[in-house]
């Protein structure tokens, strides 16, 4: 249903933005969002987009650096990542939710793209 892709190795404050295609059979209607993950921790909510707007973790570890946009045309939704730290280096996972919300647990969406790797050098 989605396919995550444009991760990468970039050095210490530089930029990337991954993307997030979906399917034919998803609707535009429904919520899509990026999490992150890095080993033994939780996975990580970074923002999530949909019909009725944009909710993003205020964290300062990501305030201000982070951007989710969406174009449905495409069915693609991204995630702009600026002023990257070596602390941002995980696997990045784009979901949907179905019902359209702005949920920050990872536990709600229905459906999970494959995860992309972004790694950042110091």
């Known amino acids: 249903q989605l396919q995550a892709s444009g991760g990468g190795l970039v050095q210490a404050g530089g930029s990337l933005t991954l993307s997030c295609v979906a399917s034919?059979?998803?609707?535009?209607?429904?919520?899509v969002a990026w999490f992150r993950e890095v080993p033994n921790k939780e996975r990580e909510f970074i923002a999530v987009?949909?019909?009725?707007?944009?909710?993003?973790n205020d964290a300062d570890s990501l305030k201000g650096r982070f951007a989710i946009s969406r174009d449905n045309a495409k069915s693609t939704t991204y995630l702009k990542m600026i002023r990257l730290e070596p602390e941002d280096t995980a696997v990045y996972y784009c979901?949907?939710?179905?019902?359209?919300?702005?949920?920050?647990?990872?536990?709600?969406?229905?459906?999970w793209g494959q995860g992309t790797l972004v790694t950042v050098s110091s």
């Open positions: 034919a059979r998803t609707s535009s209607t429904w919520s």
């Open positions: 979901a949907a939710d179905e019902e359209g919300r702005l949920p920050t647990s990872s536990y709600v969406y229905d459906y």
């Open positions: 987009i949909g019909q009725t707007g944009i909710r993003t």
